[in-house]
């Protein structure tokens, strides 16, 4: 054969294995994967209903954060800065996060921020301020190359945290070195920056900022000024008359050193403001906007005044907090973490506020920066409880507001109880009960609000003794107050006995389908920590001691535990569910729609299916719900994100689409509108994207509770308080499902800390706790709110991952609270999320985000297995068979089946 030929054959075989190849990934990606989908999709011109959502929702936004910033402080009444468009008042803008502001943070929620309203853009266009352009200029060059110059430069693309894989060095950055203020070789004329910038205005806004994002916790030195920081502050606040600073984190912070400088007069919090929340800033700074925002987390003087801070994370041996979790010693390699929750129910102001009342010694103003629903206003508000009155156990309060100040603006009613306190059960003497947002009231005007709450809100969880809520006879001081600390009113309603809300007693709450009682006693009991006498007054503690850090053998054996056999569980043949029926008429899941979920027509309907599609349903559900043609079962596809509702680099390739919803601002924002309109709002424009998508499901609203600042994902959460949590998140969860919309409410639960969470992580807490202030949120969103759906979290409660906790997932949330939706666990990616136990306990779906890459199979194969073992056939057939009611039923109710 010629040379000529060889090449020629060579290059025809190299052609025919490039072929192949291309072939082959084109399978790959359109037949095993739909990522090719994706990628084509991000070719595809937004559709008219698309372009009309985002509008929609940018609007939104924009709403929530008008309302939901907090004036912290204004000393001296120095906001509003008046300024106009034809009169512009002069800015010096300092501080990294100017000018490379947070506009969302990292994980799951990451979002595109790239089309954000840039801090500058909004201050200029909206605010009407003209600003000191080389001190932008400053800051850009510094963040884009670390150099010191005012030479023009494009403004840096928008990053914040925004994105999948997060940058721990980005939670706090640079500052620009407070040298560069006094160089004098920045101006042709030997002046300095700060001559300049003194010489534009006497007026400096500084921007303090942190990020976050999963699979990170900030240590409290994170939270606090950095060196750099604090350097830029005391020649800003020392050459400067007039100083704002303005809070671009989710986390609290700590700003102990304000006092420390007279000329910062004002004090806004913005958290994440989302695609358009700068705007808002920018009208609450001119006044366009009276600030009525409230803060959703007690801001301390000092973070490890926290009543949980010493059991967060480790403590070096000087009881410095490290960015370490605490672990077992006897539990090999990076498994088998641990929190003791021995704060009980005293979380953020429950502690503050009970310490001030019962301990004499305590110096709240040294302790306490700004109390748990604190805002100021650019007017004045009296308000008064005006009538009180009980019918059928709901309690109505009667409150009038008048604006006794200048200007319009609205306020926040915020009620709370103070329980008679015998103690036999832990109270706290602050209680948040029920709130209401107030229409804007003009300078003069009085409005009169009724706010309701029914009497077993008022109850207590005694899980010593009657392993039952119970309301104890006494006097329950109902307040009116200005926030967790400041009453203003109150009213005295009498229990005159004792209600014990128990079977043997007076019956289970309205509100329960069934009688609440015990279901994590090994998230107590198995601990010796949590069972130590601690002081009932200071509510101090010390951490774990060196004895805590041994796991005991039922921590051992919960690593390994497997679930029941049939025979254990006492099954027959006469247990099996009947499946793999062919009915003389088909029943179409449209036909099911309006049927309830107790009507024995659900069981005919499931008959029709068969094993393997029951385990499919139960084991393919990373971001979509299984499709089932035969039936009329639509895919259901169903992104993640607190703060959108979008495809990212992770959801998009496996449901094949690039439906991507604009960045909202952070829950807490939307709590600290103290506006459940407000929230219905959101929801309302989450559904709108949702169907503009195509999605029927959302990975959302998280409403895991701010138990420490230290949480990195404290941003997806509303508060450190479960009511004003959960009575939000049922909002935006009540209107996302009138849409058709299954809201995956998370993290279920008990999910307070990121690091090591995945990792075999052992919560320890007492039932009062867990109920009171860790399901309370969750509990509203079901009853209030009706959500179809729950994700579950990663952690343990005391002996068993949540995602696989039947107390959790079938007495409390399906028994107890009536939920007839699906559960889904968090990615099922770690070694102890056991999808057979998952579905043993009454989860359902697994979220096996590895099964799409291995051409859709993977848990399912395991589950099926499970339900061919004779061992574990019935008790696995029965549960997947429950798997499928609960997941159809959903689907039923979303949108691409009603509509």
Do not use: C
């Amino acid at each position: 054969m010629s040379s000529m030929s060889k090449k020629k054959r060579n290059w025809l075989i190299a052609l025919g294995a490039l072929i192949v190849i291309i072939i082959g990934v084109l399978y790959y990606a359109f037949v095993v994967t739909s990522a090719g989908n994706w990628l084509l999709a991000k070719f595809k011109p937004d559709t008219e209903e698309q372009r009309l959502s985002y509008t929609t929702a940018t609007e939104t936004i924009e709403q929530i954060t008008d309302e939901g910033f907090v004036l912290m402080q204004n000393n001296d009444n120095f906001l509003p800065l008046a300024t106009s468009e034809e009169n512009k008042t002069k800015l010096n803008v300092f501080g990294t996060r100017s000018v490379v502001t947070l506009f969302n943070s990292g994980g799951s929620t990451a979002t595109d921020v790239t089309k954000a309203v840039k801090l500058e853009d909004a201050l200029r266009d909206v605010g009407h301020y003209e600003l000191n352009q080389d001190l932008l200029y400053l800051h850009y060059n510094f963040y884009k190359s670390g150099k010191v110059s005012i030479n023009e430069t494009a403004a840096p693309k928008n990053r914040s945290d925004s994105e999948i894989l997060g940058e721990v060095t980005n939670l706090a950055l640079p500052e620009v070195p407070v040298t560069a203020y006094t160089d004098s070789s920045l101006y042709s004329d030997g002046s300095t920056l700060l001559e300049q910038a003194k010489e534009f205005s006497d007026t400096a806004l500084v921007v303090l900022g942190r990020g976050g994002g999963e699979d990170n916790d900030l240590t409290p030195a994170q939270l606090a000024l950095t060196d750099e920081e604090a350097a830029m502050l005391d020649v800003v606040a020392s050459e400067f008359a007039n100083v704002i600073l303005v809070i671009n984190s989710a986390n609290v912070m700590q700003l102990d050193f304000l006092n420390n400088y007279p000329a910062i007069k004002s004090v806004i919090w913005i958290s994440y403001p989302g695609e358009t929340g700068t705007k808002s800033l920018a009208k609450i700074l001119n006044g366009t906007v009276n600030p009525s925002g409230r803060l959703v987390d007690t801001w301390p003087t000092n973070l490890m005044n926290n009543p949980a801070a010493n059991n967060y994370n480790a403590l070096d041996n000087d009881g410095i907090m490290t960015g370490a979790s605490n672990k077992y010693n006897n539990i090999e390699g990076n498994s088998g973490y641990f929190s003791h929750y021995a704060e009980g129910i005293y979380v953020g102001y429950k502690y503050y506020e009970t310490r001030h009342a019962t301990d004499d010694s305590y110096n709240y103003d040294e302790e306490v920066l700004f109390p748990f629903g604190h805002g100021l206003s650019y007017t004045s508000f009296n308000k008064d409880i005006v009538d009180m009155k009980e019918e059928d156990g709901t309690i109505t309060l009667r409150v009038s507001v008048e604006n006794t100040g200048n200007v319009a603006g609205k306020d926040v009613v915020q009620i709370y109880a103070n329980p008679p306190y015998t103690g036999a059960i832990e109270k706290a003497s602050v209680n948040l009960v029920t709130f209401k947002k107030t229409n804007m009231i003009e300078p003069g005007q009085t409005d009169y609000y009724s706010l309701s709450f029914s009497l077993e809100e008022l109850a207590s969880y005694d899980y010593k003794e009657h392993k039952a809520y119970v309301l104890e006879a006494g006097d329950y001081e109902l307040m009116l107050m200005e926030n967790a600390h400041d009453k203003l009113d109150t009213e005295t309603y009498k229990v005159r006995d004792t209600i014990i809300y128990n079977e043997e007693h007076d019956g289970k709450r309205p509100s329960d389908h069934q009688t609440a009682t015990n279901q994590f006693d090994d998230a107590f009991g198995v601990d010796d920590y949590l069972k130590r006498e601690w002081n009932a007054e200071s509510r101090a503690f010390t951490g774990p001691q060196q004895a805590d850090f041994t796991a005991n053998q039922d921590v051992l054996d919960a690593l390994t535990a497997q679930v029941p056999t049939d025979a254990e569980l006492g099954y027959s043949e006469a247990d099996l569910p009947e499946f793999g029926k062919t009915l003389e008429q088909t029943i179409m899941l449209a036909d099911m729609k309006d049927v309830p979920y107790d009507d024995p027509r659900w069981d005919e309907f499931l008959s029709q299916l068969t094993l393997d599609e029951m385990a499919n349903i139960a084991g393919m559900g990373a971001y979509q719900l299984l499709a089932i043609d035969r039936l009329g079962v639509p895919k259901t596809l169903q992104p993640d994100g607190s703060m959108a509702i979008a495809s990212n680099i992770y959801s998009g390739p496996i449901m094949g689409t690039e439906g991507v919803g604009v960045t909202y601002a952070a829950p807490s924002v939307l709590a600290a509108t103290w506006n459940t309109d407000a929230a219905f709002l959101m929801g309302t424009s989450i559904g709108q994207e949702a169907q503009a998508f195509g999605y029927n499901g959302w990975y959302s609203p998280a409403m895991s509770i701010h138990r420490t600042p230290f949480n990195g994902r404290n941003f997806e959460y509303y508060s450190e308080d479960g009511v004003l949590s959960g009575k939000i998140a049922a909002q935006v969860v009540k209107a996302a499902r009138e849409k058709g919309v299954i809201t995956y409410i998370k993290h279920f639960a008990v999910n307070d800390k990121e690091k090591d969470a995945r990792n075999q992580f052992f919560v320890w807490a007492n039932e009062q706790a867990i109920r009171e202030i860790y399901l309370k949120p969750f509990e509203l969103a079901v009853k209030e709110g009706g959500s179809l759906g729950v994700m579950s979290s990663f952690n343990f409660i005391g002996l068993s991952w949540a995602g696989a906790h039947q107390g959790l997932l079938t007495e409390v949330l399906r028994n107890e609270w009536g939920f007839e939706g699906l559960v889904i666990t968090d990615a099922n990616m770690y070694p102890h999320m056991d999808p057979v136990k998952m579905i043993y306990a009454g989860g359902d779906v697994s979220l096996d985000v590895m099964a799409v890459w291995q051409g859709g199979d993977n848990h399912n194969k395991v589950m099926l297995a499970a339900a061919k073992d004779p061992a574990t056939q019935i008790g696995a057939t029965k549960s997947l068979y429950e798997v499928s009611k609960h997941v159809l039923f959903a689907v039923s109710r979303s949108w691409k089946v009603t509509e």
